[in-house]
């Protein structure tokens, strides 16, 4: 089955502007979380959508924010770019559902959308 | 606050030696623990995983992690390392707080030399 899809894989904007990402999911996953990676950071949890609904929120300003369509597809915008954003954006998605022990929030990943701000 | 804690940036080891990375997590409750890797160019992917059990997990390409309650602990071992094992490796404690959110270290990188 098709993997987690990202796009776009690549993009530079400017500072000021604003940037959309896409991240389609498995077939049949319902969750789908948002991470952005930089060097030295690790991965800093975004936020997380469940059938259209966001449950989970980081540490992160407005300007971020995403929403999920009835698909399960996901978009997250980033407003008012600031050069700090330059970073891998990764979307993972998963079943989402609460049971554990069956791996159901297992995270699989999409290859990112390189953002870079100039 | 739950953090997971990758006390090593990177780590350099020689081809045919054995591995272990370490992972400390903060968390009150029962963790769920992960180890990823991203190897260059590629997206990050599942090595293995800890829910309840055995606390010694098995994973894929020959790595395998012990969990360790009374010391916080989830280091990722390999008894010999191959080339290609170079790549970023990321724990991760996932938690459920109204949903299943998982956080993840700031990574180990880890270099083989031949």
């Known amino acids: 089955k098709a993997g987690v899809t990202q796009t776009p894989r690549y993009l530079i904007k400017t500072r000021g502007q604003q940037v959309t990402l896409s991240c389609s999911p498995i077939?049949?996953?319902?969750?789908v979380s948002w991470y952005q990676q930089t060097p030295g950071q690790g991965l800093q949890f975004l936020f997380e959508?469940?059938?259209?609904?966001?449950?989970n929120k980081g540490n992160f300003p407005g300007r971020f924010s995403g929403r999920q369509f009835s698909n399960s597809r996901s978009e997250m915008n980033v407003s008012t770019l600031e050069l700090g954003d330059s970073a891998l954006y990764l979307c993972?998605?998963?079943?989402?559902?609460?049971?554990?022990?069956?791996?159901?929030?297992?995270?699989?990943f999409g290859a990112g959308s390189r953002l870079t701000v100039l | 606050a739950q953090s997971v804690t990758q006390p090593d940036i990177h780590i350099t080891v020689s081809e045919g030696a054995s591995l272990e990375l370490r992972c400390n997590y903060s968390?009150?409750?029962?963790?769920?623990l992960f180890w990823y890797v991203q190897s260059p160019g590629q997206g990050l992917q599942l090595l293995l995983k800890?829910?309840?059990?055995?606390?010694l997990v098995q994973g894929i390409k020959g790595f395998e992690a012990e969990f360790k309650r009374s010391q916080s602990s989830f280091n990722l071992r390999k008894p010999s390392v191959h080339w290609s094992d170079a790549a970023e490796y990321f724990c991760?404690?996932?938690?459920?707080?109204?949903?299943?959110?998982?956080?993840f270290g700031a990574g180990t990188r880890l270099f083989v030399k031949a």
């Open positions: 993972a998605s998963s079943l989402g559902l609460d049971r554990v022990a069956s791996g159901a929030n297992v995270l699989t």
């Open positions: 077939s049949g996953h319902r969750s």
């Open positions: 959508y469940f059938s259209e609904t966001q449950r």
């Open positions: 968390y009150g409750a029962t963790p769920y």
């Open positions: 800890y829910f309840s059990g055995d606390t």
């Open positions: 991760a404690v996932g938690l459920y707080t109204g949903g299943f959110k998982t956080i």
